[in-house]
């Protein structure tokens, strides 16, 4: 057989363009192929990816949630070419399933979709390794999907499901040995696991470093351990990351003691600043061996990883609905911090800023379900929701002989909580909806929210759409 391997999906379109350009160029055996379903084979390959400046070179190389890796087919057909072409969708079809399995919590079997429906599922693919012989393909194929197109068929094939992050996750490797903390000094095994774990598979794509200068000047194992804000932003940035995982062990000088169970504590950063910690507990199997054992040990540990994701992350299906919210603003950090933690909660696909003063600022949410699950999610990134009783006043029009027109307000508040305070929230009673008497009819503007009248807009006037912050949940393609 003819054996051949292919390198790693494009990053985005920049690579696409440099590949383009570089056609008239020779081209070294075994670059990567890849082309939208349906679409005829390139005529010759193309080249690489290439890393964006100031980006590690794995960087462009990290999959998405809404990319199945390592599919494997064999096939067997009349000739190389159509056994060929039926793998492709063979790959295609088992990816959908791994990806349904992956997004819907409790999901056994994916619903069958048509080759119309697939085709608008699935973005593109990647051949990472093929044999060919005459009658027969073995292959490994990568599969991206739209994620506009998946979100829309998962609103019709199930009740909720959960939305992967943006970007990958760095994970850090600690090991701690007669008590000094390693990272980057010396190549251990639990490093080493680590970079030999299988590729996809997970809801949280992860990458490991390449543990080059760049990365030592990044960030250190103190503070790593100790989560320094501004180091976890340096590793991150370096990596395009949506954060940082640190999976710290213990391990005796000699390897791991297999008879004596393993613990590694895990600690995922969030760019907002909040984090979450659990403890892994993995006991060795009377077979295994240490590559085996701390192999298992980094399965456990995506395994816990995605588990504790899915928990924050779960979003009902439906349409997308607008809550216009008020966010009370002593300062400008506020602002800066309310949009920092904004971007933390999946649930919402858009943010615009209807009225910005001095005192307050008025904002559109836009989400998926109700009021209720979107409180529980802000509460996740320590963000308190609460109604404040205001109720949208009838205005006499300007032209006589028009009937009233109420104007939207803001009747939810959007307020920044201590750290770790959005936990109590959770345990509360959900918020129910306030019924307010119906306000007499003035020729002037309604009262404004609060008493003051803030920059001159009260938060009863007619939205003005100032602009769009940037959302890190649900990305729209």
């Keep these: 057989m003819l054996h051949r391997r292919h390198a790693p999906l494009f990053a985005g379109f920049a690579p696409v363009i440099v590949a383009a350009a570089l056609l008239t160029l020779a081209v070294p055996a075994g670059s990567a192929r890849a082309q939208a379903p349906g679409a005829a084979p390139p005529a010759a390959p193309v080249a690489a990816p290439v890393a964006a400046p100031g980006l590690a070179p794995s960087a462009a190389l990290a999959a998405d949630g809404y990319t199945v890796q390592g599919v494997k087919v064999d096939v067997s057909a009349a000739n190389a070419n159509a056994a060929r072409d039926q793998a492709i969708r063979e790959a295609q079809v088992k990816a959908w399933a791994e990806m349904y399995k992956r997004l819907v919590p409790n999901a056994t079997t994916a619903p069958k979709v048509s080759d119309n429906d697939l085709a608008r599922l699935v973005q593109g693919f990647e051949i990472d390794d093929e044999k060919v012989s005459a009658t027969r393909y073995l292959g490994s194929i990568t599969v991206r999907f739209r994620p506009n197109a998946v979100r829309d068929m998962l609103g019709g094939a199930a009740q909720q499901y959960v939305e992967p992050p943006a970007r990958p996750f760095v994970v850090l490797p600690v090991t701690v040995t007669d008590g000094r903390p390693v990272l980057w000094e010396d190549r251990t095994a639990w490093r080493e696991a680590w970079e030999g774990r299988p590729a996809g598979g997970t809801l949280v794509p992860l990458v490991v470093p390449d543990g080059e200068l760049s990365d030592i000047s990044a960030i250190g194992v103190n503070e790593a351990l100790a989560g320094t804000p501004e180091a976890l932003a340096r590793i991150a940035q370096r990596y395009n990351a949506a954060g940082v995982i640190v999976a710290k062990t213990e391990l005796p000088s000699g390897g791991p003691d297999l008879g004596r169970p393993l613990t590694v504590e895990v600690t995922r950063y969030a760019p907002d600043g909040s984090k979450d910690q659990q403890a892994v507990n993995v006991k060795a199997d009377v077979s295994d061996r240490t590559a085996d054992f701390l192999g298992r040990a ?180």
């Design 298 to 477: 980094v399965t456990f540990v995506t395994a816990a990883v995605d588990e504790s994701w899915r928990r924050e992350n779960t979003m009902p299906t439906g349409p997308e609905q607008s809550t216009l919210v008020r966010v009370p603003l002593s300062s400008l950090t506020d602002w800066v911090e309310t949009r920092k933690r904004l971007g933390g909660v999946q649930g919402i696909t858009r943010t615009d800023v209807v009225s910005l003063s001095r005192y307050e600022a008025v904002v559109a949410l836009t989400h998926r379900g109700d009021v209720e699950r979107l409180r529980q999610q802000m509460a996740r990134r320590d963000l308190g929701l609460s109604r404040t009783g205001a109720v949208a006043a009838p205005v006499q029009p300007v032209q006589p002989g028009m009937p009233p027109v109420a104007q939207p307000v803001a009747d939810w508040q959007l307020q920044v909580l201590p750290r770790g305070a959005g936990a109590d929230l959770l345990s509360t009673a959900p918020v129910q909806p306030a019924v307010a008497a119906p306000a007499p009819l003035s020729g002037a503007a309604p009262a404004p929210v609060g008493g003051a009248v803030t920059g001159g807009v009260a938060p009863g006037a007619p939205p003005r759409v100032l602009g769009t912050l940037p959302a890190t949940g649900p990305t729209r393609y």
